[in-house]
């Protein structure tokens, strides 16, 4: 029964409910303590979310909707809190914030960008789909990647002269703007 809310709360319209956890109420308590709080709202969302499925079932209104958005905000701000501190305790024991740094990659094209380290089931030398969305570098599309990047090249050279042109013509046309662009 610790799925379902108070036999009390059922069938009323609205329910009291109060306010969600602040941040700075939050970096007060100690780690053991947000610990017990986040089971606390996790036990609480499950039970507010098993009753709006109840509710939905029996086609009736869910009282105060709302009270989800305040447990799961409760929650975040726990998740706010307690990323700070690690970032902090890293910060003093290894001099970085131990979150996992961006690098480059290339894509299926062969085309660089900026990823975001994940963790995989598989490992990457043994994952097929990983493999196929990041080949190794590969010569055959070298000479198109060297247009592409030239293409992009002379698109921003011809920007910057279009700017120039552009500032020029206003200077002319308003003299009083001259260090304003």
Same mark, same amino acid.
């Given at each position: 029964? %610790?799925?379902? #809310?108070?036999?009390?709360?059922?069938?009323?319209? /609205?329910?009291?409910? &109060? @306010? =969600?956890?602040?941040?700075?109420?939050?970096?007060?308590? !100690?780690?053991?303590?947000?610990?017990?709080?986040?089971?606390?709202?996790?036990?609480?969302?499950?039970?507010? $979310?098993?009753?709006?499925?109840?509710?939905?079932?029996?086609?009736?209104?869910? =009282?105060?909707?709302?009270?989800?958005?305040?447990?799961? #905000? !409760?929650?975040?701000?726990?998740? /706010?809190?307690?990323? %700070?501190?690690?970032?902090? *305790?890293?910060?003093?024991?290894? &001099?970085? /914030?131990?979150? =996992? !740094? @961006? +690098? *480059?990659?290339?894509?299926?094209?062969?085309?660089?960008?900026?990823?975001?380290?994940?963790? +995989?089931?598989?490992?990457?030398?043994?994952?097929?789909?990983?493999?196929?969305?990041?080949?190794?570098?590969?010569?055959?599309? !070298?000479? +198109?990647? @060297?247009? *592409?990047?030239?293409?992009?090249? $002379?698109?921003?050279?011809?920007?910057?002269?279009?700017?120039?042109?552009?500032?020029?013509?206003? $200077?002319?046309?308003?003299?009083?703007?001259? &260090?304003?662009?």
């Amino acid at each position: 029964m %610790e799925f379902f #809310d108070d036999k009390k709360n059922w069938g009323e319209e /609205t329910i009291k409910t &109060g @306010r =969600p956890w602040r941040v700075d109420e939050l970096r007060i308590k !100690s780690n053991s303590d947000l610990h017990k709080l986040w089971y606390v709202l996790l036990k609480e969302r499950n039970m507010l $979310l098993t009753m709006q499925h109840e509710y939905e079932r029996q086609s009736e209104l869910f =009282p105060n909707p709302e009270r989800i958005e305040k447990v799961e #905000d !409760s929650m975040e701000n726990i998740m /706010t809190v307690v990323q %700070e501190r690690d970032e902090a *305790y890293n910060l003093l024991e290894t &001099g970085t /914030t131990g979150q =996992p !740094s @961006r +690098y *480059y990659a290339r894509n299926f094209l062969g085309l660089k960008y900026l990823r975001r380290p994940k963790e +995989y089931h598989i490992p990457r030398f043994m994952n097929k789909t990983f493999h196929l969305t990041h080949p190794p570098a590969n010569t055959q599309f !070298s000479k +198109y990647i @060297r247009l *592409y990047y030239e293409k992009k090249r $002379l698109a921003k050279q011809s920007y910057l002269q279009r700017e120039r042109r552009r500032k020029k013509k206003l $200077l002319e046309e308003f003299p009083h703007l001259e &260090g304003k662009l």
